[in-house]
């Protein structure tokens, strides 16, 4: 049993959870993951650790509501208990030195950028970071991003906030400015992701991205996370989550991601029903 | 006095076990052998003929003494028989479940050479069923550590031999339930969860401590298992890394590794969602590629999910299919088609990328090969297609490469196995030893276990001798 130490909500159906998991904490480092089931009749589910504190023993998590187990963990309150956390699995975000590099984290992709950020920043890259989202309300972390950027770019879809438009856009801003770009590394979702490695591809900067494909196990024992890259089969929990963005098939993923869509609505409005809350406006009650 | 006539036992007649009828059991997930009564077990029991040098312990990888533990069983001593059992064997309720005794114990009895064998396994699994308060031995703690990676038979035999000869054992399991491939793998309807759940109780009871959710080599390494005091290391982490075939097709939607559909099914309890939260894609037309048991399983199981249809795809004969007999006959009861001699070429699906349809070229045997089989091979433009919604690939398991790359000098041989010394089970990492499918390759529960005593008993040698 991972106790939960701290909860907020930071955007909207967006919340923060501090968990105590000494073990994980003091192997985690940026760009790995655990894998969460909530009680007994829990599914598996992949959250990125957003943040540890060795010291206090605790991973942060940041999570958005979008089916029945989010919202199940939505619910949980500061003192309560997550069954099961386990981690820090996958591959820690490759590490640079000397280089100009961006980091973009669109949407939920903010919080598994972050702490990737700032290690290129404690290594002394020099770091552009561009956040993105589709709404203001749904933004959060900008002083976060800010302290461990030297330039913070923020954009949205809506143009409530920031620069309006995707985070393309000003990716493509910072490259015809003739700004030097080692590496980019894109966060997101998979669409997100997508496009925005598209548009790298004619200047040959190297970017890499951070799948999300369904998991199980997350230890590389089912295949259910597998990605095609480079036209080759890899299980993105043990190969990944990071991968070069101009090789990895895009539109499998996209296809996959969709693969259980009819059972988790079902399993959505069961839940919904159960607890009493909106259908249409979707928010937790 | 006059004499009491001998009873009259007929050694000819194998006592059969009564099974939930092929048409019942396809719409449930419950045990299909529902196993012996006392009356049945103790006819069974009386069959042996108590040999002067039995030939069934032999055949045992972990050397219960079969006749002594029989003889109980007749005599109408349960308690008795199951304790004799336990001294050598801590998964009796499972072993007697899922061994593979025709090629193990009973291809070795005498019965055996005019009639058919004792039922060993039944007789096991009766012993175990009956006990009632569980016997268990008493242990001398001896105030050494030792870790055990992985809670499948490996480990729990490891890890329960070595705390019986008095060491602090903790086992470090990466999934949520320990049990390895007995709760992820082998289905409900073979092998009840309540029953490794018990026999796990067992283990635990002896003083073993199972820390869940423990990913060796992420979690923690074997490193920092010694800097922590543990004075040796087993490594039980079995065989669990699905291949595929590389064809064209793949990764569509609906195409599951045998372990993927499995893990959803057995350890996430996907057959009863939406009241479990898991979800598993309920095929009609269901291809399972694969002829070994764990093909067998996987097409039951796609059955019970209620399929009107699967096919079971093996590139070989029946004859050379490596699942246990009464495997395949279970299957053909509940309706699995054989499609034997066929290989799949590609899988083709529809504009939403899920599956539609399976490619199949026929093949025909050719000379044996290097395993004595005949090796299979094509016949050039005999194609066809199956329609199918749901593919599942059953065509093995290697180790898991994760605990061989975050531990230096740990040793692999080909597909990623441990490499061993003989009889100790010793790797190239002083105080590492190792058991079970990681070193074989995917093999059978009782290997497992037999490789696991030895090591157990090694690894006291190497402690003491230390
Ligand atoms: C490596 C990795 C890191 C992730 N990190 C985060 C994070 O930090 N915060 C966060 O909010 N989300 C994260 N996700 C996504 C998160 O796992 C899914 O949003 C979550 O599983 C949805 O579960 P649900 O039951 O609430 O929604 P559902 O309604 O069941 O699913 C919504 C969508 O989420 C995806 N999904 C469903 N089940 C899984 C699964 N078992 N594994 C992966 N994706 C799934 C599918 O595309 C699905 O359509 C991460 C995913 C991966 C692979
Ligand atoms: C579907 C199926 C049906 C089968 N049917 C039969 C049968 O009827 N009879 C028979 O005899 N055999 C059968 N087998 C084979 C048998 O189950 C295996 O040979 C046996 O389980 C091997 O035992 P093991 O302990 O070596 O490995 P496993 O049972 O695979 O256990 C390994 C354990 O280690 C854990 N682990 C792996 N990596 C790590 C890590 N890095 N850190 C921590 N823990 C880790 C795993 O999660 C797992 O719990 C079947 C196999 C399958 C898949
Ligand atoms: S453990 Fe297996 S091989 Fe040994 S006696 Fe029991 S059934 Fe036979
Ligand atoms: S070989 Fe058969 S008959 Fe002989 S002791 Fe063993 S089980 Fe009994
Ligand atoms: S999640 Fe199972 S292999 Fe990656
Ligand atoms: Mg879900």
Redesign the interface.
């Known amino acids: 049993m991972y106790r939960i130490v701290g909860k907020k909500e930071i955007a909207f159906n967006t919340t923060l959870f501090e968990v105590e998991a000494p073990?994980?904490a003091r192997?985690a480092l940026a760009g790995q993951f655990v894998v969460v089931?909530l009680d007994e009749?829990?599914?598996?589910i992949p959250l990125t650790i957003a943040d540890f504190d060795r010291g206090k023993g605790t991973i942060t998590m940041v999570v958005l509501s979008v089916g029945?187990?989010t919202k199940k963990l939505s619910r949980l309150r500061e003192g309560d208990h997550i069954?099961?956390?386990?981690?820090?699995?996958g591959n820690p975000a490759e590490m640079v030195e000397n280089s100009l590099v961006v980091c973009i984290g669109g949407g939920l992709g903010i919080a598994p950028i972050y702490p990737i950020a700032r290690e290129l920043k404690a290594r002394g890259n020099k770091v552009i970071s561009i956040i993105g989202a589709r709404s203001a309300s749904l933004l959060f972390w900008e002083d976060r991003m800010r302290e461990v950027s030297d330039e913070l770019y923020v954009v949205t879809d809506d143009g409530s906030y920031g620069r309006k438009g995707f985070a393309v856009h000003q990716l493509l801003d910072l490259i015809s400015s003739g700004m030097r770009i080692d590496r980019v590394i894109i966060i997101g979702s998979a669409i997100m992701m997508k496009v925005t490695s598209e548009a790298t591809r004619p200047y040959g900067i190297k970017t890499i991205v951070s799948l999300n494909p369904i998991m199980?196990?997350g230890?590389?024992?089912?295949?259910?996370c597998?990605?095609?890259v480079g036209g080759k089969?890899r299980f993105a929990c043990?190969d990944g989550p990071e991968f070069d963005g101009h090789e990895v098939d895009f539109?499998?993923l996209l296809?996959?991601l969709?693969?259980?869509s009819a059972?988790?609505r079902?399993?959505d409005e069961?839940y919904m029903q159960g607890v009493g809350a909106c259908q249409s406006c979707q928010k937790n009650l | 006095m006059p004499k009491l006539p001998k009873e009259f036992i007929d050694r000819r007649r194998r006592i059969p076990m009564r099974e939930q009828p092929p048409a019942e059991r396809v719409k449930n997930f419950d045990e299909v052998a529902l196993g012996y009564s006392e009356e049945e077990a103790i006819s069974e029991a009386k069959r042996c003929l108590h040999c002067d040098a039995p030939m069934c312990i032999e055949g045992c990888s972990v050397g219960i003494d079969i006749p002594a533990f029989v003889k109980k069983i007749a005599e109408g001593n349960f308690e008795e028989a199951i304790r004799i059992i336990k001294e050598k064997n801590n998964l009796p309720a499972i072993c007697g479940r899922v061994c593979p005794q025709e090629s193990q114990c009973e291809k070795k009895c005498i019965l055996g050479m005019k009639w058919k064998p004792l039922a060993i396994g039944r007789l096991e699994r009766f012993a175990a069923d009956h006990e009632k308060d569980g016997v268990r031995p008493e242990v001398t703690p001896n105030g050494r550590k030792v870790a055990v990676v992985g809670s499948g038979p490996a480990g729990l035999t490891a890890a329960a031999d070595l705390a019986r000869m008095g060491y602090a054992v903790t086992i470090f399991e990466a999934l949520h339930k320990p049990g390895g491939v007995l709760v992820y793998g082998i289905p409900e309807f073979r092998l009840p969860k309540a029953i490794v759940e018990k026999e796990v109780e067992y283990v635990k009871s002896l003083g073993v401590e199972i820390r869940l959710n423990h990913v060796v080599g992420k979690t923690i390494t074997i490193d920092e298992l010694f800097d922590a005091g543990y004075e040796a290391v087993f490594v039980g982490s079995g065989a669990g890394l699905p291949s595929f075939m590389h064809i064209p097709g793949e990764n569509l939607n609906g195409v599951y590794s045998a372990n993927e559909f499995l893990t959803r099914v057995n350890l996430m309890r996907a057959f009863r969602f939406p009241e479990y939260d898991t979800p598993i894609k309920r095929g009609r037309n269901v291809a399972v590629v694969g002829g070994g048991n764990v093909a067998m399983d996987a097409a039951r199981t796609a059955k019970r999910l209620g399929a009107e249809h699967v096919y079971l795809i093996y590139r070989r004969g029946e004859e050379e299919m490596p699942a246990r007999r009464e495997e395949v006959e279970h299957a053909k009861e509940e309706g699995i088609e054989f499609r034997l001699l066929m290989n799949p070429t590609r899988i083709i699906g529809d504009e939403q990328r899920n599956v539609k349809a399976i490619e199949c070229i026929c093949m025909e045997l050719g000379e044996p090969d290097e395993t004595g089989r005949r090796a299979p091979v094509c016949k050039p433009g005999s194609e066809t297609t199956m329609d199918v919604d749901t593919v599942i690939i059953a065509i093995g398991t290697s180790p898991n490469p994760l605990i061989a790359k975050a531990t230096p000098g740990l040793r692999t041989g080909k597909h990623g196995v441990l490499e061993v010394e003989p009889y100790t089970f010793k790797t190239s990492r002083e105080g590492v030893f190792a058991g079970g499918d990681i070193v074989s390759g995917a093999a059978t529960v009782i290997s497992a276990m037999g490789q696991a005593k030895e090591a157990a008993k090694a690894i006291d040698e190497y402690i003491k001798n230390k």
């Not at chain 1, 009749?41 to 598996?44: D, I, L, M, Q, S």
């Open positions: 073990e994980v192997k089931r009749r829990g599914e598996r029945k187990t069954l099961d956390v386990a981690g820090p699995l199980v196990d230890t590389g024992m089912c295949g259910s597998r990605v095609t089969t043990v539109d499998e296809a996959r969709r693969m259980y059972e988790e079902l399993a069961l």
